[in-house]
Structures are given as structure tokens and as C-alpha cells.
């Protein structure tokens, strides 16, 4: 099976032109569009709190209704925590983004936003998460927090500095994962976190790797402390780690019962394929500029994840039917 190969994001409506030197950029218009204000908000980054409560889903065996409703209700919480940082950055940067040949065509940076109401939907979207927020005992308050003040440090600065500006949109994604686990009153493994951690790191340093072979060191201030080769062998350390963590975690961790020995032998090729073809999508194809579109549009690593999660779904529902044998797993080689 092909695949078109992804180099990059859409191109998206028509440039406006560079503001001249000693101007502030395009003119916003009186009254923004429907649809621009809704791109503000990132509707195509949402997936990636979806995939985070999935995974949790899948973790935990939350399939009961009120465990689901808990998990779709955290999930609204990070998308307008998300949101709400989204809008913040795009505020804060809309000065460098109208000089940037992609994030030019942003609401912000292109006019088509103004500062006003941008600001009144970053508000709208931060009363919002309090009022959901406040449904949920205090106990799981902090992932929220944690990634809110994460997100405002990476803002103010420490997206500038490299390998921090990694770990850090890093970490989000495990506090997604805290939030997720604390929602359905579980622990999560420490094998799942460092999985985790780790191919958020794959997905984010071939971001990187994208940024600067496409644009140079000139495209973000902190690609200034990347190469091409040190990005390879820091995708190639997190791939191994990734793969380790998570064998580690299916072996130990994972309610997988007499199944557990065998994890090895039904995962691995799943896991291989999958960071196999997207160490191909960034160094053959040249994409990963977006990996969230990566993984939501590369027909060989969708079926790779589908087919991965339909087999830990169906592995599962055998560890734990009471109805089989503690044996059964022994039909597998």
C-alpha cells in the first residue's frame, strides 16, 4: 500500500504581504469571521487529546459508562486548556508569525482577528475550563494547572531555549496522561509515562528536524542549537527508549494476565512498523512538519495504530474473561 508523502502543512489561503519595516502588520477587520475565530481555537490539534484519553482507555479498561464519561469530560478540559494556550501564543506572537512565510496566514498575524477578540475568546475559553474544572474534586485540579503554568513558561521564553522547548511540549502530554488516569480514580505505570515521554519526543524533535532542513535555524530561535545529525540520533535514542518503555510496560504493567509473557511476540511488530514508517515520513518524504496530521492522514500508520489497538483490545478482553482458562494464553507460540 502507498501513501502520498506529507511534506508539510496545507498552504492555506493566500500570503498577505510582509508588513513593510515601522508598520504593525495588516489592518484587522471590524468584525472577525465565524470560521476564523474557530481556527484559533486549533480544531486540528485536538487529536491530540483524544489519543491521550484513548490511550488511558486502553490502560485502564475504563469501558464502563460512567469511567467513559469521566474520560470525554477531561478530554473537553484539555482541549480548552489547549485552546486557550493556543490563543495566548498566537496573541504574544503575532509581531514574528506576520514574518514567518506559513504562520503569516494565522487570524492574528494576517489581520483577520484583531487583538480585541482574540483576547475576548481567550477569556471565553478560560472561564469556561474553571467552570469544568470546578466540577471535579481538587485532587485532580493539578495536571490542569501544571500544564497551564508549563505552557505559560514555555511562552515567556523557554520555547526559545533548545532540547528544553522538546521536553517541555513533552511533559504535556504526560500531565494529559496524569489527568486521564486521576479521571478514572487509577495510578498511571511508570513505564507508560516514560513511553510516553519519549515518543512525544520522537514526534516533536521530527517537527524540529522538519523546520530546519525546510527553513534553516532562522525559522525559531531555538533550532539554533540543532543540527540535522544531532536531531537523527536524538530521534533514533527516543525510538529505542519508546520501544523498551512500553515492552517494559506491556510485560509488567498491563492487564494482560497469562497473556503477559507473550506480549513481546504479538506488540513488537506493531511498534517496529509504526517508528519505522515515520523515521520514513521524516527523513525520505521530508514531512513531520505537523505530526498530528501525520498520524491522522498516513493510511500505513493508521492501519498500523487500528490494528495495534484492536489487538491489545481483543489480548485484554481474554486476559480477563473469567470464563477462560489461566492457560490459554499457552495456545500462543
Not at 522538546?166 to 478514572?184: D, Y
Not at 497473556?259 to 504479538?266: H, K, Y
Amino acid at each position: 500500500m502507498t501513501s502520498k508523502p506529507i511534506v508539510g502543512n496545507s498552504p492555506g489561503p493566500p500570503a498577505p504581504p510582509l508588513p513593510a519595516p515601522g508598520r504593525s502588520g495588516p489592518r484587522p477587520r471590524s468584525r472577525p469571521r465565524l470560521p476564523d475565530l474557530f481556527a484559533l481555537l486549533r480544531p486540528g490539534q485536538w487529536a491530540k487529546n483524544v489519543y491521550s484519553m484513548a490511550l488511558v482507555a486502553l490502560a485502564t479498561q475504563a469501558w464502563t459508562l460512567p469511567e467513559a464519561g469521566r474520560l470525554v469530560w477531561m478530554t473537553a478540559v484539555f482541549v480548552l486548556a489547549s485552546a486557550a494556550v493556543y490563543i495566548a501564543n498566537d496573541l504574544a506572537d503575532r509581531e514574528s508569525d506576520r514574518r514567518h512565510p506559513v504562520k503569516r496566514n494565522r487570524p492574528i498575524a494576517s489581520g483577520r482577528v484583531g487583538v480585541g477578540a482574540a483576547t475576548a475568546l481567550l477569556v471565553t475559553c478560560l472561564a469556561a475550563l474553571a467552570a469544568l474544572v470546578a466540577l471535579c474534586p481538587l485532587t485532580q485540579w493539578w495536571p490542569v494547572v501544571a500544564y497551564l503554568a508549563l505552557n505559560l513558561a514555555y511562552s515567556t521564553g523557554l520555547k526559545h531555549v533548545p532540547l528544553v522547548d522538546a521536553f517541555i511540549v513533552s511533559i504535556g502530554f504526560q500531565l494529559r496522561l496524569v489527568a486521564g488516569h486521576l479521571a478514572v480514580e487509577t495510578s498511571a505505570s511508570q513505564w507508560l509515562m516514560t513511553a510516553v515521554l519519549a515518543v512525544c519526543l520522537v514526534l516533536i524533535l521530527g517537527k524540529r528536524r522538519h523546520e530546519l532542513v525546510v527553513n534553516g535555524p532562522a525559522g525559531r530561535p531555538a533550532l539554533r542549537g540543532y543540527t540535522v545529525q544531532l536531531i537523527d540520533q536524538m530521534i533514533v535514542i527516543c525510538m529505542v527508549v519508546t520501544m523498551v518503555a512500553t515492552l517494559l510496560y506491556l510485560t509488567r504493567d498491563a492487564p494482560l494476565g497469562g497473556f503477559s509473557e507473550q506480549a513481546l511476540l504479538i506488540y513488537a511488530p506493531f511498534m517496529l512498523f509504526g517508528l519505522f514508517r515515520y523515521l520514513q515520513v521524516l527523513v525520505v518524504e521530508r514531512g513531520g512538519a505537523d505530526p498530528v496530521r501525520v498520524l491522522l492522514r498516513d493510511r500505513p500508520l493508521l492501519l498500523c495504530m487500528a490494528a495495534f489497538a484492536l489487538t491489545h483490545l481483543l489480548v485484554t478482553l481474554l486476559a480477563t474473561d473469567p470464563s477462560l482458562p489461566d492457560s490459554t494464553a499457552r495456545i500462543l507460540p
